[in-house]
């Protein structure tokens, strides 16, 4: 099958699986009791207030509808309107997604030495003590929670050895120095609880494949090791890892909140807890889309990556 038309099945499916979820966010803002009019003017509005407040947000209009107008709005870049500043949900959300991207960012570049390096050290050296020792710490790191391993970090590197600062907030006109020295302790935090996931998937699978006939034909043609490493065992290693890369851009999404929260970042996640809090349901609908819309991203990154790297699905 051609790869383009296995991608465009992949983007559709994609598509299609983000209006569904679209649809569901919306209900279930709906299920929620009173409504956004009562919410906005508290319990003194008068009856006249609230209603020409309902009819300006489209609330006297039935519920599919309302929708049709919200989705049409997102498909325009018109998130909505926070009901607690009165601002643009967009103007809003820009600088707060700027932060998280660069935390995110930060993480994943942490993330990849952190998988690729023990696992090939621990393949090359299996069931020797490199490799009993690092699959010990591999699984007492995935026994600790991200906010237990983010309270050991501020102990270890605020409190002990005072390098890092508490509070990651990054200063407006901030240098490169002062961003990274900012975002560390909260980019190791999350890249060590998704690197603990992978390394024990990727170590197995790359055992398997240094033990493959390719690998011992590619070995008696002369190839070094580090050689057929490379050319051959890692690409073939790397497919089912992708798909736990995806879901560890999902985790990635959730487990931000925890540590913004942590370490007091102005980012994504704790703008998401703020906004829950004080039921912006404009701010939620629209972080809520983002969020979802990253994870069936990264899924469908993760799709891409697999057919390219592994010809049997392409021909399957």
Known sequence: MDVALLIARRVVTSLATLL??????????????????SRILGREATPENLQVL??????????????????????????????????????VLEPRITNTLQLSLYALLLYLPMTLIPAIVQALRR????????SVLN???????DFLLAAIFLIV????????????SVPQGASMLELIRALTLPACTIAVAMA??????????LIEVLE??????AELKGLTRLQVLIMHALPNALVPTL???????????????????????????????????????????????????????????????????????RRA
């Open 54 to 91: 309902r009819e300006r947000l489209h609330l006297d209009r039935p519920a599919l509808v309302r929708y049709g107008i919200w989705l049409g709005d997102i498909v325009q870049g018109d998130l909505g309107t926070s009901l607690i500043n009165g601002r643009p949900v967009a103007e």
């Open 196 to 205: 603990a996931y992978a390394v024990r998937m990727l170590r197995d699978n």
């Open 157 to 168: 590197f605020v409190v002990w050895i005072p390098i890092f600062p508490a509070k990651s």
């Open 243 to 313: 798909n736990v890369t995806a879901l560890n851009l999902a985790y990635l999404i959730g487990s931000v909140v925890v540590v913004e929260r942590l370490f007091a970042f102005p980012g994504f996640g704790s703008l998401l807890v703020d906004a829950l809090q004080l039921r912006d349901v404009p701010m939620v609908e629209a972080m809520v889309l983002i969020a979802s819309a990253v994870y069936i991203a990264a899924n469908l990154l993760a799709d891409i990556g697999t057919i390219l790297l592994n010809p049997r699905l």
């Open 212 to 217: 493959s006939d390719y690998v011992r034909m």
């Open 20 to 37: 569904m979820v679209s649809a569901i966010i919306f209900a279930m803002v709906e299920l929620l009791p009173g409504d956004a009019a």
């Open 139 to 145: 699984l007492m790191l995935l026994s600790i929670p």
């Open 127 to 134: 069931g020797k003590p490199t490799d009993h020792g690092l």
